[in-house]
């Protein structure tokens, strides 16, 4: 097999003084040499370097087949690094990797954090809303910010998240001759003059023992936007434990509502596209996407199924809020893969009879969940009963 004409090759603060021999080789070597401004002048690049296009784009780097080239990225290139990107449209023979510590392990060798007890984001990616998911007592979490101005930012975010007992240590040009470290609390945050590239270590061992999101689905309404068309936390939690998410899966909900059963779906790792036909509730189920952490996972798509669903990649399990119609079922068993998992929730008289005619056709689980909660009854308490739901589960 012939060399590979692209080598990958991480670079850290210290520059050319961190790589390895075969990363020096490949550099002597090329011909063209891509990464940004920090990176070609860390690694002399001289009359070689190529910025990258501003919007990214490795169009560039492909158009180089048939010479020595090579890509520089920050630490692990395979770390919300251009490596991912690269790798996706190149055949195996065609490249090599050499990457170096990110920081990432700077960061817990630094600490003396374990990296497997360690969660790692990169924030300069992504809001910080992605930290509700990973923060709670105990947590450690590293992050990678895009500016100087960010931690400030983070710390102002966290405060106001009621997690301002955090401990931020900011990580500034980590791995080489200017590294610098400092620690505050987020509720006490002083610091200044921070360089990039930046990152944070977060600490959660002074939060609040109730601090963070739990792990399990039936979130209480309280924590989601909407206009009280949501499904209930209970009924909620009963739904997804039907749908049993998978990570990666792709989950159509639809009807919508608040989007609450697609995001809490996303918190279990997967992907959805809510579709909701109420242009007056798409601003809430985007809130919610966003207010998560779950903009790249979750979409919401205005318009009425089955009409909008034609187009969309076929998902691994559907929900139904409100029991739909019969002509949405018809067209969901004409087009759905075998073994994608269904279900539906209804509260009406016919909507009940709707998902009863279904299940004797399709067989499946028909289950009624009927709940009552305490409440006040002069002076003494009784149970309100709610609503009854009808639950159609089945796989395709």
Excluded at 186 to 191: C, G, K, Q, T
Aim: one cysteine or more; charged letters at 20%; proline letters at 6%.
């Amino acid at each position: 097999m012939a060399d590979p004409w692209l080598s990958i090759v991480g670079l850290g603060e210290d520059g050319l003084n961190g790589l390895s021999d075969a990363s020096r080789a490949a550099l002597e070597e090329a011909e063209v040499i891509f990464g940004g401004p920090r990176h070609l002048e860390l690694a002399g690049a001289g009359g070689r370097g190529q910025a990258w296009p501003v919007p990214f784009d490795i169009a560039p780097v492909l158009a180089c087949r048939g010479q020595k080239a090579v890509v520089l990225a920050s630490g692990d290139p395979f770390w919300f690094g251009a490596g991912g990107s690269l790798a996706a449209q190149l055949s195996p023979g065609e490249w090599r990797a050499f990457p170096v510590a990110g920081v990432v392990s700077l960061a817990c060798a630094h600490l003396g954090w374990r990296i497997e007890e360690v969660t790692a984001l990169g924030l300069h990616a992504a809001g910080f809303a992605a930290l509700r998911r990973a923060l709670h007592p105990g947590a450690q979490v590293v992050a990678t910010l895009r500016g100087g101005d960010t931690p400030r930012a983070l710390a102002d975010w966290l405060v106001q998240e009621g997690f301002g007992t955090v401990q931020m240590y900011v990580l500034e040009r980590m791995g080489g001759p200017h590294q610098r470290v400092r620690v505050t609390q987020a509720e006490r945050f002083d610091l200044s003059a921070i360089e990039a590239p930046v990152a944070v270590a977060l600490d959660g061992v002074d939060l609040p023992r109730d601090a963070g999101l739990p792990h399990v689905p039936g979130l209480s309404e309280e924590r989601f936007s909407h206009d009280g068309q949501i499904t209930k936390s209970p009924i909620r939690a009963l739904t997804l434990a039907a749908l049993a998410p998978r990570p990666g899966e792709l989950l159509w909900d639809i009807g919508g509502g608040s989007g609450s059963v697609s995001v809490e779906w996303g918190l279990a790792g997967g992907r959805a596209i809510t579709i909701e036909p109420r242009a007056d509730r798409i601003a809430n189920i985007q809130r919610n996407i966003e207010g998560f952490g779950l903009t790249r996972h979750n979409r919401v798509l205005e318009g009425r199924a089955p009409d909008v669903l034609s187009d969309l990649p076929l998902p691994e399990a559907v929900f139904i809020g409100g029991g739909g119609r019969a002509a949405l079922y018809d067209w969901l068993w004409a087009h759905l893969p075998e073994g994608t998992r269904l279900v539906a929730n209804g509260v009406t008289l016919e909507t009940e009879a709707l998902l009863a005619g279904l299940h004797a056709r399709h067989g499946g689980s028909l289950m009624r969940i009927e709940l009552s909660r305490a409440e006040g009854l002069g002076r003494m308490r009784g149970w309100s009963a709610a609503r009854p739901v009808v639950q159609w589960s089945v796989t395709r």
